[in-house]
């Protein structure tokens, strides 16, 4: 007869009851804990990857704050920026239009002289009013009244258009006035003339088609009683200008 102690029955019991105290779980921890170790852990991780380096702060610090002014979207203070070029790019060369003015009316007239006299008449024809067609003006001039007396009767090249005489014999009521009937009466019958002038690049060349012309009978000898001397300049009385 065997004992209890040693009695197969009692054996299977006490391994039972060891299985079972191995699978009876312990203590349970709330979720809500586990939740909170879980993200104060991850916390830890991740202060330790985001604290930057020395360096990093340095560049940090020295940048460079720029501030919005109120009302706009422009920086009031803009970080200095600097370009290096090479030094063998050469500058682009930079084309700029060249002005040029021309006296008026009033200053020509209140100039008063033979060569204003002329720049007028190339103004109201709008010819330019270059050297040479100043120089071929005046000899023109010269050759219908002469210098000292260039404003006789108002009428500096004895044009007949408008003035009321003949033969080129009438007058102006001021040399402003001959000066534009003048331009004129070149534009509406003498195109060689008028070609000279605008041109402009030859007093020479100008001067023959005058000769050319039916502006005088005598042609003036075809270019024979026409001189090319320098013209004495001499200004005109200020009545002559209507001033």
Known sequence: MQSASTS???????????????????????????IGVTLAVLALITGFSIVPTDAALAATLAAPVSTVAPGTDAPE???????????????????????????????????????????????????????????????????????????????????????????????????TTAAEYAAKNLQRGYPGIVAGLTAGTSADATAAAIWASPWATSHYGNGSHWSTAPVQLVKAPASAWGN
Do not use: C
Not at 23 to 34: A, E, L
Not at 133 to 150: A, H, I, T
């Open 8 to 34: 197969p029955r009692s054996h299977g019991r006490r391994s039972a009851e060891r299985r079972a105290a191995l699978r009876t779980p312990g203590p349970r921890v709330p979720v809500h804990h586990r």
């Open 77 to 175: 203070h803009t970080p200095a920026q600097r370009i290096d070029v090479d030094a063998t790019i050469a500058a682009p060369v930079v084309a700029r239009d060249q002005l040029s003015a021309t006296d008026g009316v009033q200053t020509l007239s209140n100039n008063g002289t033979n060569a204003d006299w002329a720049k007028l008449v190339l103004m109201f024809g709008g010819w330019p009013q270059t050297d040479a067609n100043v120089q071929v003006m005046l000899r023109w001039m010269r050759q219908e009244n002469g210098p000292p007396d260039w404003w006789n009767r108002n009428n500096p090249l004895n044009n007949g258009y408008g003035s009321g005489g003949g033969a080129g014999l009438g007058s102006y009521p001021d040399l």
